[in-house]
Every structure is written in structure tokens, then in C-alpha cells.
């Protein structure tokens, strides 16, 4: 476990000193703990929660309960990583009034130390506002997949010139807005390598390629335990979920076979109480 808390300070120090940004996803208590104990730089609780956790087809779903729920969870086994909430679709898109409150709510009801939004130049005046309010902000561009549908789907962003043009224009507004560091999803390596440069405030990729400030994953696909289907830029580290699958299976024939609980799971009665209780039953 971590001994200091990472800072807002911290995560833009990185990029000026060269040193690589590791970042995760959590969703619960003993994700936040290991998340902590393996030493991750940031440790984000997405929305990417609605389908992992939830069982859900995309994001769009996720509500405020469901991420302020979450937050907290991971808050409690967190200590060392500086934690993000995800601000959830239609959460910071309505007004800036809004968006606000709602950032807000993830700080004061999540106690999580930063928010995140997705969309570049045209949330840039959402953003502004939000740091004004005293909340940091980490932007998130590329591939959005709160507004997949829109951009055709999760595909890779950014593979024409004007398109690549448009997301270094999002990452320098975001900037000039106030976020603190940018995810920066499912676009080309050489793009990912001009995002990073063009950019003052560190570019964490995924799925960016090698040349960005830092990495994230989402630590369900990362581990193997969500399988549903597994993007391309996706490295699986293990395959727990086979491991978690045979344990129940295992569990289910021992029950049915009355292999479990065997003595060494199960209590005993002193003598004496059972000798007694034996004649109590037979006296009644
Ligand atoms: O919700 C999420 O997990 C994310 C990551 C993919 C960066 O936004």
C-alpha cells in the first residue's frame, strides 16, 4: 500500500520529469485495494462499469447513483492512488449548471479526489467552469464511448489528417480549459506520439500506442475476468475467470456430494452441553 496520496501536482510533474503515468480501473473495494497495494499512479472508476460490473450492453445506462455507489467502494481501499470519477452520459451535457452540481456530487458524495468527461473543444466552457469550481478535470478524447454511436461505432479515431486535426484542436482546448492530464482512446501511434507533444498536460492512452505520457486499461479486461469481447489494444495480464469458474463448479459437487463442510469447516459442542442437551430432548 501506498504510504503518500498522489496529487493533481503530482500527475502533471510526471510528464515534465518524463516518468510513465500507470493507471487502472475499479469498480469496488477489493479491485480499489489491489488497484493501491500494486502501486497505481490513478485508479479511475469508469462508467465503463455499466458493462463490466453491470452487465449492461454500453455506458449510456450508467447513472449518477450507480457511479457516486461505486466511487465510494473504491474510495474505501484506495489510499494511495489519486481516484477519478467518471462523470456518467447526460450528467454534464444538459447545462453547465448541471455539470457542476453533478461533479460536485462525485466530490462531496463519492469523496473521490478529480472527475472525468468526455469530448474536447465543444466541452471546453463545461470544463472551464467546473475548475473554476474548485473540481479537477480529466478529459477524454478520441474514441468516446458515451457518444460511440455517433462517431460510427468503437472504431479507431483520428486516421484521416482532418480528423487527427481535430483531436490535437480538443486536447489544446481542453488544456486552455484546465483539465489536468487527457485520456486519449483508440487512435493511431503516430497520432497518440503528436497529441502527446502538442500537449503541455500529460496524454494517458489507451489504445494510443507507446508514445503518450501514461497508460490505462480497464483492469476487468486486463485480468480476464470480462470476456464479452476484448478490444485490440487490450493486453490480458491473466485469465482469472476460468480460475473463479472452476472454484464455483468445484464448490457445487462438494456440496452435492457432501464433501463440504467437513469436519474442519464445521463447529463443535462441548461434551458436556451435548450430554445435556441429549437428555433434554429426551426428557421433553
Ligand atoms: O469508463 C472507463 O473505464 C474509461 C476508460 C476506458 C478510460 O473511460
Redesign the pocket.
Known sequence: MSDKKVTVLDVQQAKKEGRKLVMC?AYDYPFGLMADEAGMDIV?V????GMVVLGLEG?VEVTMEHMIHHIKAVVQGCKGPLVIG?LPFMSYNISIQEAIRNAGRLMKEGVCDAV?LEGGVDFAPTVEAIVKAGIPVQG?IGLT?QTAGALGGFKTQGRDAMAAKRIIDDAKALEHAGVFSI?L?AVPGLLGKLVTEAASVPIIG?GAGPHVDGQ?L?THDLVGLFDKFIPKFVKQYTQIRPIILEALQRYKTDVQEVTFPGPKHSFNMPKKALTQLRKMVHDS
Do not use: C, F, Q
Open positions: 480501473t479511475l469508469g462508467d465503463s462499469l455506458t467518471d472525468k477524454h464511448p485520456i482512446e489507451i490505462v480497464v
